[in-house]
């Protein structure tokens, strides 16, 4: 695939050996899951969407403009990759809301379902915390996690098994501003 020289002035000359998800696509289907959201979040009651930050900074910020209901808006800290693109297994909070949760319908908003890990452990430390239910948006899912504490209820769209990067998802912190989910040259 021949990249873009815009694409190019963004990479640093670094090519996209291709693109899954283009720009287009991707506004069209957070356009949906934000009415599917509206459509099955209960009226009248305290609803809270969580981002799972780095990754999902710019999935958070067009999806909540899509939900057409009062929300709140927070932000998570975890981690669990390093440098790398293999998962390290460990999931650390690095900062959660001091504000309570407790009693509201929590929307937690991931970029990436990948190895489950991430969810797995994080689902359960908010569990705790008294939510009066408990749901996931993910914008992408790779369907390789052999089990799951809480699936994602939405999901934008299925992802192939591939290191991806682009709207939010990076490699060793580059190519999170790229504004479509692709594949970098090695
Ligand atoms: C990535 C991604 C997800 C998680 C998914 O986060 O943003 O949160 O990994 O992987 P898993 O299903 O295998 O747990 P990362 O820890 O790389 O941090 P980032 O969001 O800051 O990039």
Redesign the pocket.
């Known amino acids: 695939m021949s990249t873009s020289a815009e694409t190019l002035a963004r990479t640093g000359g670094k090519h996209i050996s291709h693109v899954l998800f283009s720009e287009e696509q991707i506004a069209r289907r957070v356009r949906e899951l934000g009415e599917q959201i509206t459509r099955e979040i209960p009226e009248g009651e305290d609803i809270l969407v969580l981002g ?4 999902s900074f710019i999935f958070v910020s067009d999806l909540v403009r899509e939900i057409r209901r009062p929300i709140e808006v927070d932000f998570l800290i ?4 390093g440098g790398g693109t293999e ?1 390290s297994g460990e999931v650390q909070l690095l900062y959660a809301r001091q504000a309570s949760i407790e009693g509201k319908h929590v929307i937690l908003v ?10 797995n452990r994080l689902i359960p430390m908010l569990e705790k915390r008294g939510p009066k239910s408990l749901e996931v948006a993910a914008l992408l899912h790779k369907h390789i996690a052999k089990e799951m504490v809480r699936d994602a209820k939405w999901v934008g769209f299925d992802c192939p098994q591939e290191f991806v990067i682009g709207y939010g998802l ?1 490699h060793s912190e580059k190519y999170r501003h790229l504004p479509f989910v692709g594949v970098i040259e090695p």
């Open positions: 799972l930050l780095k990754g975890v981690s669990s990759y998962s991931e970029d990436i379902v990948d190895s489950g890990t991430t969810l990076d």
